[in-house]
């Protein structure tokens, strides 16, 4: 039978044992990127990060208020455009909307990726769900934060669906309620499972 390793002392995170940590040079991955690390930085020193998983630990059923409110929005925007009958043309607001999303998720992928491919081959894939040392790297901290927020912009793509009167499947408004849901209520936590 295999070891769950999940429920081991060294996986628990202890919030007063270690703090964040600036000196990027003992993680891995790109200790500077232009504009993104000034940006990372005033954040790291203007915000408390660790406020912000306390928050997400005690508040994280807010998610679900938001899930709910968006979907009764669907219904009664999906009725007001029905009534409205014409579809707006948002193809310019589109391709910035997501152009934004993407530029997000590239910075996102190259904050996070070195630290992923590097615990998986220092100390291999067990390691990689099992270990959350990626918590003193306040950078990844930031990104991480960034994407479980980014959760909640993310609904707005729905609003460009019905806005512009295209069909929305059930997956797709599912989807966002899971993944809101579930990103808000596993990241107080520091998972390591979140690498994944």
Not at 80 to 103: C, D, E, H, Q, V
Not at 180 to 187: A, D, E, H, Q, R
Request: aromatic residues 20%; glycine residues 4%.
């Amino acid at each position: 039978m295999a070891k769950d390793m999940r429920y081991n002392n060294y996986n628990i995170i202890d919030y007063n044992a270690d703090k964040w940590s600036l000196d990027w040079t003992q993680f891995p991955g790109l200790a500077y990127i232009p504009g993104v690390t000034e940006w990372e930085d005033y954040m790291f020193r203007t915000l408390n990060a660790d406020s912000l998983h306390e928050f997400m630990q005690k508040k994280w059923y807010y998610s679900v208020y938001i899930s709910i409110g968006y979907i009764v929005l669907i219904p009664i925007i999906k009725q007001w455009m029905k009534s409205r009958g014409k579809p707006y043309n948002l193809r310019t607001l589109l391709t910035f909307w997501n152009s934004f999303l993407a530029i997000f998720s590239i910075i996102g992928v190259i904050r996070c990726l070195p630290e992923f491919i590097h615990i998986l081959r220092t100390k291999g894939f067990e390691a990689s769900y099992c270990q959350s040392d990626y918590y003193k790297d306040s950078r990844l901290n930031w990104w991480y934060i960034l994407f479980v927020w980014s959760k909640v912009v993310e609904l707005v793509d729905t609003l460009f669906i019905l806005l512009r009167g295209g069909k929305l499947l059930t997956l797709h408004w599912v989807h966002h309620c899971l993944t809101l849901i579930y990103s808000w209520y596993v990241f107080g936590d520091v998972p390591a499972t979140a690498r994944w």
